[in-house]
């Protein structure tokens, strides 16, 4: 994950120190001294996520957050005050500000990056939701829902995985005035509950007595129905090599023991805000543009709204020098499946294959329908290789099972699929679907049901 980070501390080893450690991850790092430096550079560079100590001489960090939150240009930027370890009300202080997150000192490798990781996914999630909402204008369409979301973090559904009382007791005690919370001391009875509850998120401690808290999020991330939902691990003080397991297998975010109820609070509202705007990127389109932009069958975005959605996208890309990746797909043979079973098998066969590239999707990659039996998806941030990656996943999930048409009948299906990636300024909409176009049909040549990229 590529981002531009603002380092902001009046004291320069801080800034160095910061400065090497996010470079060495490949982040993009600007820098300021001061406050007023910090707004000046907001105002004229794009910047992913800012990095902001409280205590500095001047302008402090609070006056330089809530200035930022305060200014419609740059609300939607996250930002994570960096505080002492015992100023508690430091933390109170920044959430009244607009922080969207915090970092103590002195600040731990892995905290800094997982942090930084998290936010900067909230910012690609915002900024995409800004894009649809501008999409839907230039086709004179309303947004009302699409901008709505300030108070995405709260009133949300919590499951906390606790089997000491006391622990369970405190964080409830804490979170219940925002949001409805669920304990539950047994995993299974946990994994069994999410079936049957709407979660936002759940809690799980690593120090069950009797269970092994990896292991039900090694199962959350493997069920379809939480797969996308955020998890965030109870940790001690000395269990690293456990919480590197943990960020490895996808969870979403980390607390030390003891937890400090601030620090709760925040992560809590990042991950709920992150997860509903995901369900919104993922799931919903408002009623009055459905019948516009959605392709009656699949339910999938039609050729409409994705060519309007591309003209935005590679202008974005463009100008701010991110890759863009674009996949097209198309069932092999699917002529035999209307002539051999009828139209109904047909369609039968296209909802289902619509179904399978939502599951291969993330929230900010753009699944559409461009008619008969080809579809397209567009992936923002993503290189060629990552695209060549996401379009042979989707390739092997439709190869692996039957597609039920009936009670009576199950078809094998496979699909070809031809991937290219935006290629510069002289790069169009048109050249950019051309391309992908021909790496589809170069699939089809060499013998379909695989998958070919456009390097060029």
Not at 375 to 380: A, E, L, N, S, T
Not at 429 to 438: E, H, T
Request: charged share 30%; with cysteine; proline share 2%.
């Amino acid at each position: 994950m590529t981002a531009r980070v603002l380092v902001v501390d009046d004291i320069i080893a801080n800034v160095k120190l910061l400065e090497a450690r996010l470079s060495a991850e490949y982040f993009e790092v600007l820098t300021a001294y001061n406050g007023r430096e910090a707004l000046d550079i907001l105002s004229r560079e794009r910047v992913d996520v800012v990095l902001l100590d409280v205590m500095m001489p001047g302008m402090d960090g609070f006056e330089v957050c809530r200035r930022i939150k305060s200014d419609v240009k740059m609300q939607h930027v996250p930002v994570i005050m960096v505080t002492a370890l015992d100023q508690a009300t430091d933390r109170i202080q920044g959430l009244e500000a607009g922080a969207d997150d915090f970092l103590t000192k002195p600040v731990d490798d892995v905290a800094l990056v997982t942090r930084v990781k998290n936010v900067v996914r909230l910012k690609m999630l915002n900024d995409e939701m800004l894009m649809r909402a501008a999409t839907t204008q230039q086709m004179g369409m309303g947004t009302a829902g699409l901008a709505n979301w300030s108070e995405a973090g709260n009133n949300g559904r919590i499951l906390v995985v606790e089997d000491h009382a006391r622990s369970a007791s405190r964080m409830v005690a804490t979170l219940e005035k925002h949001h409805r919370i669920d304990v539950e001391a047994d995993p299974q009875a946990a994994l069994l509950r999410t079936a049957d509850a709407n979660y936002d998120l759940i809690i799980v401690s690593l120090s069950l007595q009797e269970s092994d808290g990896l292991r039900l999020c090694s199962q959350l991330r493997s069920l379809d129905r939480t797969r996308h939902l955020p998890l965030i691990i109870l940790v001690n003080m000395g269990e690293e090599a456990r919480l590197l397991r943990g960020l490895d297998m996808g969870v979403n975010d980390y607390l030390n023991r003891p937890i400090d109820s601030m620090e709760l609070l925040a992560r809590v509202r990042t991950q709920i805000t992150r997860k509903r705007h995901s369900d919104v990127l993922r799931n919903r389109i408002e009623e009055s543009v459905e019948a516009a932009i959605t392709d009656g069958l699949t339910g999938l975005n039609n050729r409409r709204y994705m060519e309007t959605h591309l003209k935005s996208l590679m202008a974005h890309a463009r100008a701010n020098q991110k890759p863009l990746s674009i996949l097209i797909t198309d069932i092999d043979f699917f002529k035999r499946v209307n002539d051999t079973h009828g139209h109904d098998a047909g369609d039968a066969v296209l909802r289902e294959f619509a179904n399978r590239l939502r599951r291969n999707t993330r929230g900010i990659d753009l699944a559409c329908r461009l008619g008969g039996e080809e579809f397209v998806i567009i992936m923002p941030d993503t290189e060629l290789m990552r695209g060549y990656q996401v379009g042979e996943r989707l390739r092997a999930c439709i190869a692996a099972e039957p597609f039920r048409v009936n009670s009576e009948i199950e078809l094998r299906v496979t699909a070809s699929v031809g991937v290219a990636t935006f290629a510069g300024d002289a790069e169009t909409p048109d050249s950019l679907y051309k391309r992908a176009d021909g790496a589809l049909y170069a699939a089809k040549r060499d013998g379909r049901n695989r998958v070919m990229a456009d390097a060029a």
